[in-house]
């Protein structure tokens, strides 16, 4: 029996299948297939059911990959501590945002692999939820408000959001100022999604409704600057659209919360030291991104 054996039955066990477990450890799915084989034939058990969906445990497979994914854990452990300081090595599969992620998060990805010459790195910035396990990342960042999942999340900063319009759309439409208003009004949209305002310290659900929808909000700004309709934007993405008056804010008395920035990895004893590093990078990455927008704000008021 060999760690290469358990880990891989512990990557099929939680991913549901060979094919997306391969993809996790970055080898073939023949590979997978033949360490499951010779694992439950060392043991003389058999640990899966293939079927044509994936592959399920059985009851012996369900008892033995808890104490196989704590031996893991524990082969982890103890190659951290003898690798030495702060070199990672292995491959690293990360899910980022388009939105944000190739022009703020990217620097902090492309410095981490810098700073580690033995770690490959693979970054996929994409504004879908990915599947984590299902598809093979170590972790993802994202932003915005988190819906209940299995996932752990770390929050590392904060990114402030604005519903605006533009000054024309406000001239022959006006500019909803409560949330009874709002819903009279078309947005700009990802997607189905219900949108939150803050009344003082109370949260209001909003269901906006409207006829153009993106999966990115970059889209949506152009969709907004167009005049289409009432937009959410996070501020960092138009506060040169705010200073030079194409946007103007709404619903300013019932705005919406920050959008929070998250670290989010599969669930698991202790997190591994490339995704803790990568979370450490990205709360200094935040505050810096805070600072700017703060400097800006600041600048645009003093004009």
């Keep these: 029996m060999h760690i290469e054996e358990l880990r891989t039955f512990v990557e099929v066990a939680d991913a549901g299948g060979v094919t997306a477990a391969a993809l996790r450890l970055g080898v073939s799915k023949s590979i997978v297939s033949r360490r499951l084989g010779r694992l439950e034939a060392g043991l003389g058990i058999q640990l899966l059911a293939r079927t044509t969906r994936g592959a399920a445990l059985t009851a012996a497979g369900i008892i ?4 196989a994914a704590r031996i893991c854990a ?14 990672l090595s292995g491959s690293f599969r990360i899910a980022a945002p388009l939105t944000f992620g190739p022009t703020h998060f990217a620097p902090v990805i492309a410095d981490l692999a810098r700073l580690n010459p033995r770690l490959q ?7 879908r939820f990915v599947n984590l396990v299902g598809e093979g990342f170590d972790c993802a960042i ?17 990114t402030p959001a604005l519903y605006v319009a533009t ?13 009874e208003e709002f819903g009279t009004h078309d947005a700009v949209m990802q997607g189905t999604e219900t949108w939150l305002a803050l009344d003082g ?5 909003l269901k906006p409704h409207g006829r153009f929808k993106a999966d990115n909000a970059v889209a ?29 804010p709404v619903m300013t008395r019932y705005p919406p919360p920050s959008l929070g920035i998250y670290v989010v990895r599969p669930p698991g004893r202790h997190p591994e030291r490339k995704v803790r ?27």
């Design 121 to 127: 790195v693979r970054a996929c910035y994409t504004d």
């Design 220 to 248: 949506c700004v152009a969709a907004a600057l167009a005049g289409l309709s009432v937009a959410g934007i996070p501020r960092e993405l138009i506060i040169d659209h705010l200073q030079s008056g194409a946007l103007v």
């Design 277 to 303: 590093v990568l979370t450490e990078m990205m709360i200094e990455c935040c505050e810096n991104l805070c600072r700017a927008i703060s400097l800006r704000e600041s600048q645009r008021a003093a004009r």
């Design 142 to 158: 994202r932003i915005g408000h988190l819906s209940d999942s299995n996932l752990i999340a770390r929050k590392v900063g904060y």
């Design 64 to 67: 033995f990959r808890d104490h």
């Design 74 to 87: 524990e082969v982890d452990a103890a190659k951290e501590i003898m690798q030495p300081a702060g070199e």
């Design 201 to 205: 310290d109370r949260v209001i659900t």
């Design 167 to 179: 000054p024309e759309y406000i001239s022959r439409h006006g500019a909803p100022e409560t949330p």
